[in-house]
């Protein structure tokens, strides 16, 4: 079992909708991380969460520390909002980052 | 404020010849780690560096691959005798002592033909 596992691994929504990512981790961790990349892109982080909740823009990211949980929420999606979204922790004992497969996620119009 | 600076963007190599890829961390950021990403795969960390030191390389592959971060200029991943499997794009990623934010460049793409 991978330490941390994201759900879904592809999601495809019509433009408008709500959109959940998922993002469960086994191991201690000192910070969760999400994640951007489209295709041929680079990498461009989103969100460092802790505890509680973040928001920038449509985005939202939410942490419960206690259920080793994470979502990362867009809302009112849009086509350029299509990419691979990637939740990655820094494990408590580590200094390096435990990376989830990501979510494949494409906005029709 | 530049973030992370990867260079070149992409780069194209023979069999057998040496890949250079380059790394500026963010200023006031000592810390650097590259990462690979094979295609449709993930990310895999290949090495962690200080100002002149190499703290972790336990992502390294064993041979022709190599790593600093002198204490002047940018971090280098050297790749000796390219084969085509080390066709990939290498992310550096840079952070403060002490700290797990990491700000990401935005890649090297190597082909190796």
């Known amino acids: 079992k991978n330490e941390v596992e994201q759900s879904p691994q592809n999601l495809t929504a019509q433009e408008g909708e709500f959109i959940t990512i998922n993002c469960s981790y086994s191991?201690?961790?000192?910070?969760l991380h999400w994640l951007q990349q489209h295709p041929g892109g680079g990498i461009v982080s989103l969100f460092m969460?802790?505890?509680?909740?973040k928001k920038h823009g449509r985005l939202i990211a939410t942490i419960n520390i206690q259920e080793k949980h994470s979502s990362l929420h867009i809302t009112a999606s849009h086509p350029r909002d299509s990419a691979v979204y990637i939740c990655a922790v820094a494990a408590d004992s580590n200094y390096q980052l435990i990376w989830g497969a990501g979510t494949k996620l494409i906005i029709k119009p | 404020n530049a973030g992370v600076m990867q260079n070149p963007r992409h780069l194209v190599r023979r069999r057998g010849q040496e890949a250079r890829l380059r790394c500026s961390p963010m200023?006031?950021?000592?810390?650097v780690y590259w990462y690979r990403q094979l295609p449709e795969e993930g990310l895999k960390f290949m090495v962690y560096?200080?100002?002149?030191?190499?703290?972790?390389e336990s992502g390294m592959p064993k041979e022709r691959f190599s790593a600093e971060f002198p204490k002047e200029g940018p971090s280098i991943l050297r790749i000796q005798q390219v084969v085509r499997g080390d066709s990939a794009a290498y992310f550096c990623?840079?952070?403060?002592?002490?700290?797990?934010?990491?700000?990401f460049g935005s890649g090297t793409r190597l082909t190796v033909v």
């Open positions: 560096l200080q100002k002149e030191n190499i703290i972790d």
């Open positions: 990623a840079s952070s403060r002592q002490g700290s797990v934010g990491y700000t």
């Open positions: 969460l802790s505890s509680g909740k």
């Open positions: 200023k006031g950021h000592s810390h």
């Open positions: 191991v201690g961790i000192s910070a």
